[in-house]
């Protein structure tokens, strides 16, 4: 029997207990991508990075961590917004950016662990394309990250 604990990736503190015979308590918290300023007119790609950490009262197995498509709904095109405009970004679990951040199915990675006994920290690495004609503001996404033990 496992339990799942949910969190938007840039909300902070959950928690969640396991299996009723192992009373496994465990806290997870994240700290979001921030990707700075966008200079729409650069062809650079702008990087960001993030955390998610795990932390358990006692051995936790089979942990798994997963990431919805946000509010575009579809993981392997992420989107920010600022009202009316988009901004395609997406996520990744690693820092050469080729594996996208999802739930292991339709070409995306997850994390997994076979225990935690104290804490895991994992580092979410995310990229914003250069070249993307968007107006002036402030662009955010909002995405819920599952973590199942």
């Known amino acids: 029997?496992?339990?799942?604990s949910r969190l938007a990736f840039v909300?902070?503190?959950l928690l969640t207990s396991g299996p009723a015979a192992a009373h496994v308590v465990c806290s997870?918290?994240?700290?979001g991508v921030a990707f700075g300023v966008y200079d729409p007119r650069s062809g650079t790609a702008l990087d960001g990075a993030g955390t998610i950490n795990v932390s358990c009262d006692q051995g936790a197995s089979n942990v798994t961590i997963t990431a919805d498509g946000g509010g575009s709904g579809n993981k392997l095109s992420r989107r920010m917004t600022n009202g009316v405009s988009n901004l395609s970004y997406n996520l990744y679990t690693n820092s050469g950016r080729t594996s996208v951040f999802g739930?292991?199915?339709g070409g995306t990675s997850l994390f997994s662990f076979n225990s935690v006994n104290n804490s895991v920290s994992v580092s979410v690495y995310g990229r914003v394309a250069g070249s993307q004609n968007v107006?002036?503001?402030s662009y955010s996404d909002t995405l819920i990250m599952t973590v199942t033990f």
């Open 28 to 31: 997870v918290s994240s700290t």
């Open 103 to 105: 739930d292991g199915t």
């Open 135 to 137: 107006t002036a503001g």
């Open 1 to 4: 029997m496992s339990r799942a």
């Open 11 to 13: 909300c902070i503190g």
